[in-house]
């Protein structure tokens, strides 16, 4: 077996849920105790070694994979980027997020894993940041794949999951077999085999629909295609993993 722990990572929530400091009774007067403002999350290197453990698996067990953590403000499931997340660097602040999603961007550099500065986040005592992975497939066409494509992702991800918890749990977990299709607005989503489609969703509306299927349902020599580039396609990561990052100063 593999010595990696990417998974063991996920599986125990890699970005540490982290309690909140204890603060004093609130006085009438001390208002600003509950004001947003910079307090540190976490640090560097916890959050790094995620990324780095995902680049540490053998090259045929992530190819043509991806990484990607995205993050929601809560309670009031605001944008990344409304909590100001960022990396307080002897440099100055390093920005953590990509101001046109939600995702965390994470610089890997040895300069920073040996500073490990701390990630810092303007919240109330309140306010936590949420955060769900993904793994996201670069498909050879924007707009199709074939059935052969699609377990071959399904094994890599697996070969994966190998590498922590060995192959009889790797086996067992049966989320571990599906990919989920996001399907652009005003496109179609078919299953082709023998040139006779079969229709799977019917986006009609003007956001993206998602499709979850295990493609061992379908025949040998199934292709899967759209009538637009695929929104994205991504594999379904067993148990679900998440985070969280709270306040871990006054």
Known sequence: M????FF????????????????AAPQPEAIEVHAARPVTVQSYQAVARVFRRFNAFPE?????LSLHVLGRLQPEDAPLKASGLHLQT???PIPLFNADNDELTVPLTKALWEENPPLMANLTSDEFIAFTFQIAVATPQPDQFTDAEARHWLRQLNNCMEDVVGVIVAFMLPDAHRLIVS????SRLEAV???????LLDNQSDTPQTFVFRPQDYPRD???RSTKAFNQVLIKIPLDPHASMKRKSH
């Open 60 to 64: 045929q067990d992530r190819a043509n």
């Open 193 to 199: 085999k023998n040139d006779q489609p079969q229709l």
């Open 222 to 224: 199934t292709l899967f």
């Open 183 to 186: 399907v652009a607005p005003h």
């Open 90 to 92: 002897k440099s100055g």
């Open 2 to 5: 593999r010595k990696h722990g």
């Open 8 to 23: 063991w990572l996920l599986a125990t929530c890699c970005l540490a849920p982290l309690a909140p400091a204890h603060a």
